[in-house]
């Protein structure tokens, strides 16, 4: 799935001036997905503190960090490729 106002690769416009449009894009999209891996990061960061501090009742105590940690955590990994130099 394209993202909105995304330029796809193809050997004809690779060495033109849509060129400069890809490198932005293919950039902000690796910026975003570094974001949310330091955002998931620090909830990890968070919940083992909140392991630790809680000992015992961690399971009770810490639940609404792990329910977002595990929410947040299939959106936070890097994919292949760009959306914008998939084939289609």
């Not at 400069?20 to 949310?36: G, H, P, S, T, Y």
């Not at 329910?67 to 959106?75: F, I, N, V, W």
Request: proline share 3%; with cysteine; net charge positive.
């Amino acid at each position: 799935m394209a993202e909105k106002g995304a330029v796809k690769a193809t050997r004809e416009n690779l060495y033109t001036a849509d060129r400069a449009e890809l490198f932005d894009n293919r950039d902000r999209i690796v910026r975003d997905q570094w974001v949310k891996i330091m955002k998931l990061r620090i909830v990890r960061e968070k919940l083992t503190e909140c392991y630790h501090r809680e000992s015992v009742n961690h399971m009770q105590n810490c639940r609404a960090l792990v329910e977002r940690y595990l929410k947040d955590l299939p959106g936070a990994q890097i994919g292949g490729r760009p959306p914008f130099l998939k084939d289609e």
